[in-house]
Structures are given as C-alpha cells and as structure tokens.
C-alpha cells in the first residue's frame, strides 16, 4: 500500500480489562503498512442532547467532532451489551451526527469487529451497528465479518493464539484494501 491512512479506533468497552480492546490492539499490530490507527475515546461523551447545540456544547463533543473530522475510516470494536451495541457506542453516533448536515460520518470507510466471552461473538450488536452505519452513509466493509466468539481463549500476551492469526490479519488486509477503495 502507497498510500497511508488515518483510522479513528472506537472502542464499545469502558472497562479497564476489556477483552474487544485487547482484541483490536492485537488486530492493529497485523495490520498492512500506510494504516494509522488512532484510538478515539468516546466514555466521556455526554448523552446527546440538542438542547446543547450552540452555546452549551460539552467540550467531549467538540473534542470528539475534531478528532473524528480528520480520519479517513473507522474501526469499531465493541462488545454485544443485551443482543444490541453499548450504549456509549450509540451516543458516540448520534455525537458524530450532529448538527444537522455536518456529519463527521459520512462517506468514511468502516469495519467492525465484535467479540463475546460467549459463542455468538457479538453478532447481535455488530447488526445493530450496521443498521445505524447505513443511515450514517459510511461504506461498511461486508466480508470477512469478525464475530469473535470465546475471545479469552484467543487472547495472549500481547497478541493471538496461532489458529486465529491469519484469519484476523486477512480481516485487517481486507479492510486496508476497502479504504482505499473508498479513499483512493
Ligand atoms: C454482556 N455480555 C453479553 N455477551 C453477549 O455475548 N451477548 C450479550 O447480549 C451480552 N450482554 C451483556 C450485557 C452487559 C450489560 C454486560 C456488562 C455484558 C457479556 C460481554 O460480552 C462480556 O462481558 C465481554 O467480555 C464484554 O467485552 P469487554 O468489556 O471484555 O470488551
């Protein structure tokens, strides 16, 4: 790849521990040349609020609308919270979406990656994301998808099992491919 890339990395976890930060951490280092992942903290976004907008935006949103205006692409990697996204994931859309026609959505190339404790990987919560993603006009990459389930398994120091590497790096591989699709 020529070209290089700036990625926004959200991440649907709060917590200190996370296994879908550990995850994308590990994603991140398998990625091809010319990919700059910046991880964009969103736990700190205040609930949407248009009431806010004009002279009492919170500065987390300015914050947020500033770093998310000069990337290229996104990259979500998020748990399943009760079949859906988390809800800071949410916030962190309507966030981006606002005001009304300035967007910091659309047109980016987007992937998603979710990952469960559990066997379903997420899938619940990736769709629902998907849903929002079309409305948000963001090219979200189809295939491969990552429902990453049992992630504690996959997970080691800093890295993942053998099994699950190429699998992971070829996700990574298509979605460099897919923003420069989209990016030229
Ligand atoms: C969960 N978890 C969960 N898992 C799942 O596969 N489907 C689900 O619907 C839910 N629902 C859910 C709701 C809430 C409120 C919590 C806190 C957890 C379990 C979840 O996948 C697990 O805790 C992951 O380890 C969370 O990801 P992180 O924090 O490790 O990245």
Redesign the pocket.
């Given at each position: 790849m020529t070209m290089s890339y700036e990625v926004a990395v959200l991440v649907g976890?709060l917590?200190d521990?996370?296994?879908?930060?550990a995850l994308i951490e590990a994603m991140i280092a398998l990625a091809p040349e010319g990919m700059n992942f910046r991880f964009v903290e969103i736990g700190d976004l205040p609930f949407y609020n248009p009431d806010l907008e004009g002279e009492g935006v919170p500065a987390a949103w300015t914050r947020f609308r500033g770093e998310m205006a000069d990337v290229d692409a996104v990259l979500f990697a998020t748990?399943?919270?009760?079949?859906s996204v988390p809800a800071v994931v949410k916030n962190a859309l309507d966030v981006g979406s606002r005001p009304y026609g300035e967007s910091v959505w659309g047109g980016k190339p987007a992937a998603i990656v979710t990952?469960?404790?559990?066997a379903?990987g997420?899938f619940?919560a990736n769709h629902h994301l998907r849903q929002s993603l079309v409305f948000l006009d963001m090219p979200t990459m189809q295939q491969p998808e990552a429902y990453v389930g049992k992630?504690q398994d996959i997970l080691t120091d800093g890295g993942v099992v053998e099994g699950s590497r190429e699998f992971l790096a070829g996700f990574m591989a298509r979605f460099a491919a897919w923003v420069q699709t989209h990016k030229g």
């Open positions: 976890s917590r521990g996370s296994y879908n930060r748990p399943e919270y009760n079949r990952a469960s404790m559990g379903t997420g619940g992630v």
